[in-house]
């Protein structure tokens, strides 16, 4: 299994970002994804998440009406578009396969990828 994130950098706060997240060696469309952040000095913060067909998809209050996650089973791709960035968003970004997913829950994961930094700044 192989989860390879990009699209990460610096932006001015109010801009946009898409990052990507590459899968490999399982059957992407067979599990539900995830985006997990984690900032400097915090613990990892479960960002949204999305359901095998991306039919169902999951966001944190902090980041709901800014981020979209979407997925191409195709292309074994996720993505997350993210607007009006915020300082606070700053962090670095991993993708995850989730292993199990209890409604009201955050996910557990069995796979993560490396991870790419997000740095919103003016």
């Known amino acids: 299994v192989q989860l390879v994130e990009s699209g990460g950098g610096m932006v001015q706060p109010g801009g946009s970002l898409r990052l990507s997240c590459a899968a490999s060696?399982?059957?992407?469309?067979?599990?539900?994804m995830s985006w997990v952040r984690q900032a400097p000095g915090k613990g990892p913060e479960w960002v949204s998440g999305i359901k095998t067909s991306g039919g169902s998809t999951y966001y944190a209050h902090s980041v709901k009406g800014r981020f979209t996650i979407s997925r191409d089973n195709a292309k074994n791709t996720l993505y997350l578009q993210m607007n009006s960035l915020k300082p606070e968003d700053t962090a670095l970004y991993y993708c995850?396969?989730?292993?199990?997913?209890?409604?009201?829950?955050?996910?557990?994961?069995?796979?993560w990828g490396q991870g790419t930094q997000v740095t919103v700044s003016s």
């Open positions: 995850a396969r989730v292993l199990s997913w209890i409604p009201g829950r955050d996910p557990k994961y069995d796979y």
């Open positions: 060696g399982f059957t992407f469309s067979s599990y539900a």
